[in-house]
C-alpha cells in the first residue's frame, strides 16, 4: 500500500509541474464550455439528426434545417448556420429544386470562408457543381470541381475527393473521352475505399457500366449494374435510401429494352415507378415514364407509348433539363411514324438529333443515326439512308478510338484542370517542407513531451505485467479445475462400466445353462453396449492426452464424407437397436470435404453416439449436410430431451463437474465434445449447438471443403 500511495504521488507532482502553466486556460476554457452547451448543442444534434436521413425523408430533413437555421441566426453561431444552409442545399436537391438548392450552397459557402472551414468548403462546392452540371454549364462545373479537389484534398475528405473525381469523369464520357474517364473512376474507387464509403464503391461500379454501356459492351455494362445493385440493396437495408437502387433499375431496363426481355424490362419500371412515386422525385418520375414509354413502343402499343413520352417531357421542360430529352423526342418521332404521320415524326426525331450533339451524347447520336437510316431505308430514299449509315458509323468510330468532337473551350478546361492539379500537388509538396521545419523547431518541447510519455508508460507496462500475473493465475485455475475432471473420469467413469460388465459377465458364466436364450442376449447386448461406451472413452482420452502435448498427428486430405458417415452409422446401428431408435442420412452424392480421416471419425462417432444417448425409445436421429460457401455443414438432430440454455452454455468445456445421464441412465464425462470442439477448431471449421427442452437437440459443425 505505501508503493501504491507513493507512485500516485510522484506521478501528480510531475503531471503538475510538466502541465501548471496551462490550468489556468484550462479553467478558463471549461467556464466557456459550460455557458456554451446547452441549446448549440442540442442544435448541432437535430442537424447530425436532418443529414442522417436526407436521402429518406427530405421533407422532415427541410423542417428540421430551417428551424435549425433560425436558432443559429439568434444564437449568431456562422458554423451552425452553414451547416443548416448545406442540409437545406442537400434537401432541396432531392426534391429537385435546383435553384434554391444552388441558393443554400452558396450561402453556406459564404460562411465557410469566413470560417476557414476547408473540409465544408470541399464538400459544399462539389455539390455546386453537381447542380452547374444539371444545368449544362459545362465549363463552370469543371472548374467547380477542380476547387472542390484541392479543398478536400487538404481536408482528407476523401469521400468528397471521391464525388468530385466521379463527376469529372463523367464530363469526360459524356464527351467520349472514355479512357480518361475510367481513370477518373479509378481515383474516385480508391478515395472512396480510403474514406470506407459502400455508397461510393457503388456509384463506381453503376459509373463503369454506363461506361460499357456508351462503348456498347452490353454484356459488361449489365455484370457492372447488377454489382452496383447488389451493393446498393446492402446500402438500402441499413438506411432505407433507394436512390442508387432506382439509377441501377434504370439503366439495366434500359440494357433488358436493347435485349428484347420485355417483360423484365417491365418488372423494373413498375419498381422505378414505385421508388420514385415514393420520393417524389420528377427527375425519377420523368426517366420512369420515358422508359415506358420505349418500353409500350416495342410492344407495339404507339398511342400509350405516345402518352408515357409527353408526360416524361412535360416534367423535363418544367424543370429545365436537357438530360434524356433526346432519347424522349427520338422514341416520340418513331411512334409518329409509326401512327402515319411520317413528317411529323421525322421533324420529332431530328430534335431529339439536335439536343444530342448540343449535350455531345455519341450514345444518343449513334441511336438516332442508326433509326434515321433505316426509316429512309424503309421507305426506298436509299441516298439518305447511305447518309445516315455514313454519320452513325463515324460517330462509332469515334468512340471507339476515343476522337470525340470535344469543343476547344472545353479541351482548354480539360487542360487547365489537369495543370491546376499539378500545381496543387506542387504547394503540397513545399507545405510539406514547412511542416518539417516547424517540426525541427519544436523538437525541444517534443522531447519533454516524451519524457512524461515515458513515464506514463512504464506504470502502465507495470499495471499490465500485474493484470497479466492476475491472467495466468486464473489459467492455472482452470487448469487445476480440468485435471479433477480428468481423475473424476479416471476414478469414476472409467471403474463404474467394468462394474457392469463384471456384473453381467459374471450371471452368464454362473447361470449360462439355466437361462434362456432372450436372458443370455439381454445380457450379452449390455456387456457390449458398456464395452463400447468404455471403449469410446479410452479412445476419448486418449486423444484428449495427446491433443494437450502436441502429439496427435494431422493429415488433412480430400474426402468423400458419404461413406465416412455411412461408416460410423453402421458401426453405431446396433447400440441405436437397444433402444428402437432409427438412424437417418440425409445425403448428397460426392460431397467433398478437406479434413483428417481419424479426426472426422472421432467427430462424427461422439456426436452420433450422443444423439442415440439422449434421445428417448423409438426415437430418430438423423445426419444431414449440405455446402455453405466454401464450407460443408453437417448436421446431427435428436428426437430426445432437448437441453436448457444453461445446459447448453456449458457444453464445450471440462470446468463444470456436473454429468447429465442419458434417457437410460446411460452415463457421461463431457470430454467427447470437448475433444470435438479441439479437432473442427483445428480444420479450421466451427461447431455450435440448438436445443429445445422436450423436443430434441441438433449439432452442427462446419469443415472446409478445399485446401
Not at 442522417?52 to 433560425?70: F, G, H, P, R, W
Not at 442540409?87 to 470562408?113: C, F, H, P, Q, V
Not at 455494362?221 to 436512390?243: M, Q, R, V
Not at 417524389?280 to 400509350?304: A, F, M, P
Amino acid at each position: 500500500m505505501p508503493e501504491k500511495y507513493f507512485f500516485i504521488i510522484f506521478c501528480s507532482v510531475i503531471i503538475s509541474f510538466s502541465f501548471g502553466n496551462l490550468e489556468q486556460d484550462l479553467n478558463n476554457s471549461q467556464r466557456i464550455k459550460a455557458t456554451q452547451k446547452t441549446e448549440q448543442d442540442q442544435i448541432a444534434l437535430q442537424l447530425d439528426s436532418a443529414l442522417n436521413m436526407v436521402n429518406v425523408d427530405s421533407q422532415k430533413t427541410l423542417k428540421i434545417a430551417k428551424y435549425c437555421l433560425e436558432q443559429s441566426k439568434q444564437n449568431k453561431n456562422k458554423f451552425l448556420q452553414m451547416r443548416s444552409n448545406y442540409i437545406l442545399g442537400r434537401a432541396m436537391y432531392i426534391i429537385d429544386s435546383l435553384n434554391y438548392s444552388k441558393n443554400y450552397l452558396n450561402t453556406a459557402l459564404d460562411l465557410s470562408e469566413d470560417l476557414d472551414d476547408n473540409w465544408y468548403k470541399g464538400e459544399i462546392l462539389n455539390r455546386i457543381a453537381i447542380i452547374q452540371y444539371r444545368f449544362n454549364e459545362t465549363k463552370l462545373a469543371l472548374e467547380t470541381f477542380n476547387d472542390a479537389l484541392y479543398y478536400s484534398q487538404e481536408s482528407k475528405n476523401y469521400k468528397a475527393i471521391g464525388s468530385s473525381y466521379s463527376m469529372i469523369g463523367t464530363i469526360f464520357r459524356v464527351n467520349g473521352v472514355y479512357s480518361r474517364a475510367i481513370e477518373y473512376f479509378i481515383k474516385s474507387r480508391l478515395n472512396y475505399r480510403k474514406a470506407n464509403f459502400n455508397e461510393g464503391d457503388a456509384w463506381v461500379a453503376y459509373l463503369l457500366g454506363q461506361v460499357n454501356s456508351d462503348l456498347r459492351n452490353s454484356e459488361k455494362a449489365l455484370k457492372y449494374f447488377k454489382e452496383a445493385l447488389g451493393k446498393y440493396h446492402i446500402i438500402n437495408s441499413i438506411d432505407g435510401n433507394t436512390n442508387g437502387l432506382a439509377m441501377c433499375y434504370e439503366q439495366i431496363a434500359l440494357l433488358n429494352l436493347e435485349f428484347g426481355n420485355l417483360d423484365d424490362a417491365n418488372k423494373n419500371i413498375d419498381i422505378l415507378l414505385k421508388i420514385y412515386s415514393k420520393t417524389n422525385s420528377k427527375y425519377g418520375l420523368s426517366s420512369s415514364y420515358s422508359l415506358l414509354g420505349k418500353l409500350e413502343y416495342l410492344k407495339g402499343n404507339y398511342k400509350l407509348a405516345e402518352q408515357n413520352l409527353y408526360k416524361s417531357l412535360d416534367i423535363k421542360n418544367k424543370y429545365l433539363n436537357l438530360h434524356g430529352r433526346s432519347s424522349i423526342f427520338e422514341y416520340l418521332g418513331l411512334c409518329a411514324i409509326k401512327l402515319g404521320r411520317f413528317n411529323e415524326g421525322i421533324k420529332k426525331i431530328n430534335q431529339g438529333l439536335e439536343i444530342a450533339l448540343s449535350t455531345k451524347s455519341k450514345k444518343n447520336q449513334l441511336d438516332i443515326y442508326s433509326k434515321l437510316a433505316n426509316i429512309y431505308l424503309d421507305v426506298n430514299d436509299y441516298k439518305k439512308a447511305v447518309y445516315y449509315q455514313n454519320k452513325q458509323i463515324e460517330v462509332q468510330d469515334l468512340i471507339l478510338f476515343g476522337e470525340a468532337d470535344i469543343q476547344t473551350e472545353q479541351l482548354q478546361t480539360f487542360y487547365e484542370l489537369d495543370e491546376k492539379n499539378q500545381e496543387i500537388n506542387q504547394l503540397k509538396k513545399e507545405k510539406e517542407v514547412n511542416i518539417l521545419k516547424i517540426e525541427r523547431q519544436g523538437i525541444y518541447q517534443i522531447l519533454m513531451g516524451l519524457v512524461i510519455l515515458i513515464i506514463i508508460v512504464i506504470a502502465i507496462v507495470i499495471y499490465l505485467f500485474y493484470k497479466k500475473l492476475q491472467h495466468k493465475n486464473d489459467e492455472l485455475s482452470i487448469l487445476n479445475t480440468t485435471k479433477n475432471k480428468i481423475f473424476t473420469i479416471i476414478a469414476h467413469d472409467l471403474r463404474s462400466p467394468f462394474n457392469t460388465i463384471l456384473g453381467f459377465s459374471d450371471l452368464l458364466s454362473s447361470n449360462a445353462k439355466r437361462l434362456d436364450i432372450n436372458k443370455i442376449i439381454k445380457f450379452s447386448q449390455h456387456i457390449n453396449l458398456e464395452a463400447t461406451n468404455t471403449l469410446t472413452l479410452l479412445d476419448n482420452l486418449l486423444n484428449w492426452a495427446k491433443s494437450q502435448t502436441k502429439q496427435i498427428s494431422f493429415n488433412p486430405t480430400e474426402l468423400n464424407i458419404k461413406p465416412i458417415i455411412t461408416q460410423i452409422l453402421e458401426e453405431l446401428n446396433s447400440t441405436a437397436e437397444l433402444k428402437n431408435i432409427s438412424l437417418n442420412y440425409t445425403q448428397l452424392d460426392d460431397l467433398k470435404v478437406y479434413a483428417d480421416t481419424n479426426m472426422l471419425k472421432t467427430i462424427l462417432r461422439n456426436l452420433i453416439t450422443n444423439a442415440i444417448k439422449f434421445t428417448y425409445l423409438e426415437g430418430s436421429v438423423t445426419v444431414t449436410t449440405k455446402v455453405k460457401n466454401n464450407f460443408v455443414e453437417i448436421s446431427i438432430s435428436d428426437t430426445g430431451m432437448g437441453m436448457s440454455d444453461e445446459t447448453r452454455n456449458k457444453l464445450f468445456t471440462l470446468q463444470t463437474n456436473e454429468s447429465t445421464t442419458g434417457t437410460a441412465n446411460e452415463k457421461g464425462s463431457g470430454l467427447g465434445l470437448v475433444l470435438c470442439k479441439e479437432f473442427i477448431e483445428k480444420h479450421g471449421g466451427n461447431i455450435w449447438v440448438t436445443s429445445e427442452l422436450g423436443k430434441g437437440t441438433t449439432f452442427y459443425f462446419s469443415l472446409p471443403n478445399e485446401i
